[in-house]
């Protein structure tokens, strides 16, 4: 989760030790500047659940998504609900923490964090633009933005992202008077958007890097053994 504050509960920090408890059609997807490397499946989007918990998705390999669903709830995930390339779940900040951990199936981790009607580039902004940043990082993190679509009316996924990226820059710019800076290599925050005949979802994206990098390659790679 990294930069990104979660406003999780105290003790939260110290979550790396525990146990977890026991137990369609094609898609376009393009980037600012480079490839998307997990383009993001998402189901309808959900609003905000009423008791706080935060609304996630999980995207994973096709044909995985049972046994992700499966293991969501083994963590501790409400609501799990299955979906073309992926999971979406409701949970606490701990539970977030837990599955990008513990997690042998999820490709990334992600929390919505906007949704609304889109059918075109300005609507994409407005509901960016509206979204509260804030509440998550600040003006002097470095920022990616990427975009995939399924049936989406919008023309150009290149200027979706554009859009996208303004907006988010915009609103801080207007607030503090800094635009975050983009870095697509190494971003300490990472926005996913995805498009579909009607409505847009936004994420951020709690995971960094694909949660297969997870911690198991050393500062210094040695020669392979083949």
């Known amino acids: 989760i990294g930069s990104i504050c979660l406003n999780a509960p105290s003790g939260v920090a110290d979550m790396a030790h525990d146990r977890p408890p026991s137990s369609g059609a094609s898609r376009r997807t393009r980037p600012a500047t480079a490839p998307v490397r997990n383009p993001v499946s998402s189901p309808s989007p959900r609003p905000p659940s009423r008791n706080g918990d935060l609304q996630l998705f999980a995207p994973c390999p096709r044909g995985l998504e049972p046994a992700l669903a499966e293991e969501l709830a083994a963590l501790g995930a409400n609501a799990c609900r299955v979906t073309g390339g992926g999971v979406a779940f409701a949970g606490t900040a701990r539970l977030a923490m837990i599955a990008n951990l513990h997690s042998r199936i999820a490709s990334r981790i992600l929390m919505q964090v906007g949704w609304g009607q889109c059918r075109d580039e300005d609507s994409l902004y407005k509901l960016a633009r509206r979204t509260e940043w804030e509440r998550w990082f600040n003006e002097r993190m470095t920022l990616r933005v990427d975009v995939s679509a399924h049936r989406s009316p919008l ?72």
Do not use: M, Q
């Not at 800076?181 to 994206?205: C, H």
């Open 155 to 226: 023309k150009s996924l290149n200027f979706a992202t554009l859009r996208v990226k303004d907006a988010v820059c915009d609103r801080f710019r207007d607030a503090t008077g800094i635009r975050p800076s983009i870095d697509t290599r190494s971003p300490a925050v990472r926005v996913f958007t995805f498009l579909d005949e009607i409505n847009a979802t936004i994420y951020l994206d709690l995971s960094g890097e694909s949660l297969f990098k997870r911690g198991w390659r050393g500062a210094e790679i040695g020669r392979a053994h083949v």
